[in-house]
């Protein structure tokens, strides 16, 4: 594979593990998220184990619309074309009732997981569209509390209208759905609260990130003819997002 694909959110759980299994298939990386350091330890590790592949690094915030039009614009100048746009970054933020809901977690949620992620999307996409090639992968979720449910129902139905208005090209959408995946989510959506985002995961077998990186690599290799639209992935003690037995693990 010598495909340049750009992930966003490269710096944590199911990001990483998406830039080591393209990695691992001889693609060509573009890291993005704000923690720049692990943006660069990441790229010292890729160029180790893979010299003959390019990893570029791009410090990117995609709540900053200015700076997420500026650093696509900088990616597509360094790449030239981006053949896979894993629109990954995204949070949960709060577990608490609407009525109850801390404004800002609400507006970041709102910022990071629709705005940021159709921003991305609207500096990338014509370069797919001129060069009639293209895949978007975008990271939805199977649930959640109100706001993050209603942010991930967004990139859902955004992704099926992409469909519809690429559907004269050779550009293909798909939507991951992931189950309840062990990462660094639920410590972020406690804000930092180790031992409440320790007890999600506590009495099952959650999925893994590199279950989700393995259903996108999945989705790439298809023929010209096959797009899968939408990919949902539980835990197998996952029957709904909130409905999970636990005690089996
Ligand atoms: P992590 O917290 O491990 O990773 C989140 C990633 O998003 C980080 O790399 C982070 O990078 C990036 N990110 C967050 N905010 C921003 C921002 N403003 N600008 C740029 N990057 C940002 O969680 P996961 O790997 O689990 O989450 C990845 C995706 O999967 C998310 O979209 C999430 O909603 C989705 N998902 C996760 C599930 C789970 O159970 N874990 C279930 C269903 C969906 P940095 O902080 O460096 O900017």
């Not at 995204?90 to 800002?104: F, K, N, P, S």
Request: with cysteine; hydrophobic share 45%.
């Amino acid at each position: 594979m010598s495909k340049n694909v750009l992930i966003t959110g490269a710096t944590s759980g199911i990001g990483e593990a998406t830039v080591r299994a393209f990695a691992k298939e001889g693609a060509n990386l573009i890291l993005t998220g704000r923690r720049v350091e692990r943006l660069e330890a990441l790229k010292e590790e890729l160029q180790a184990t893979y010299p003959n592949q390019k990893v570029w690094t791009f410090a990117l915030d995609v709540t900053d619309m200015a700076m997420v039009k500026d650093v696509c614009q900088a990616i597509l100048k360094s790449v030239g074309q981006v053949h896979v746009l894993v629109n990954n970054a995204g949070l949960a933020l709060g577990l608490t009732a609407y009525q109850d809901y801390e404004e800002w977690d609400m507006l970041t949620m709102l910022d990071t997981n629709v705005k940021g992620l159709m921003m991305v999307t609207r500096q990338i996409l014509p370069s797919m569209v001129a060069a009639n090639d293209g895949h978007i992968i975008n990271m939805g979720s199977t649930a959640g509390a109100a706001v993050y449910s209603a942010t991930k129902a967004a990139v859902k139905t955004f992704s099926d209208g992409l469909r519809i208005d690429t559907i004269a090209t050779d550009i293909k959408v798909t939507t991951i759905q992931p189950g309840i995946v062990e990462t660094d989510f639920s410590q972020v959506r406690f804000h930092g609260d180790k031992d409440k985002a320790a007890k999600v995961y506590q009495g099952l077998e959650a999925l893994q990130a590199q279950d989700i990186a393995d259903a996108v690599l999945y989705v790439t290799k298809q023929p010209r003819r096959v797009q899968i639209s939408d990919m949902t992935i539980m835990a197998n003690q996952q029957a709904t997002g909130f409905t999970i037995h636990r005690g089996n693990k």
